[in-house]
């Protein structure tokens, strides 16, 4: 039995129905029931990370956990993590592409877990294309707004995490390894408008923002000023040196790794 997290999100979805169609027993953890839709012969389990002790129910008989942390902050890990230590052989865990130094609360979680009796696999992708959806409304309107667009990032596609999360599940191959994830080339951010705009059969334009205002709009978004300015330092960053590219998508799972404009056209509804 595989207990996925944020089974409605973008990943964990992906998770679930590739889970199912390999043969898993899969129970989905949700806040709403009443909102999630899956494949047949999902179970689901109503559980918040936030309160550990929602969590119990969920975690009998499971043997494996996919988690995906929800939000910026991580104040019950320590108890999440012992709860799923306590219930499962193995975790394989969301985090991100960070330097050793950051702030975020992903290297919090991957010390926990390390330091846990559990076998661990960390997904550590960079950029994920579904970010993009926060450009909606914009491409409606058909100017996209927002800071370093000559910023080139290495998109991946939330389907290709999942691909790489269930061979860690299911398979002993990843055990203790942290790949690294990405889609197969960087793309500007000016570029990836264009790209959303054709696959949506209309124009849309880039339009600069200044950094200092990127940082104000996120800080206000996210409730953390340090968060926003870190965030916004890393994209003028991926100007001069473009997110890193790798081919563990295809290494791992045996198919390239979905590109940018394939992400778009299967998105293309969100944008309309």
Known sequence: MILVTGATGNVGRHAVSQLTAAGAQVRALVRNPAKAAFPAGVEVVTGD???PASLSG????VDGVFLVWPGFAAETAAKVVDLVAAHARRVVYLSANLPEDSTMFHKDLERLISASPLEW?????????ANTLGWADAVRAGTVRWVYGQAARSLIHEADIAAVAVKALLSDELVGQAPVLSGPAAVTQAEQVRIIGAAVGREVRWEEMPPEEAVTQLATVWGDPV??????AAWGGFVAAPEQVTDAVERLTGRPARSFAAWAADHAADFR
């Not at 696999?121 to 294309?129: D, N, S, W």
């Not at 968060?227 to 916004?232: D, I, K, M, P, Q």
Request: glycine share 14%; charged share 25%; net charge negative.
């Open 58 to 61: 969920a975690l009998d008989g």
């Open 227 to 232: 968060l926003a300015r870190e965030a916004v």
């Open 49 to 51: 990370l936030t309160d």
């Open 121 to 129: 696999t960390f997904l550590r992708p960079g950029g994920f294309a």
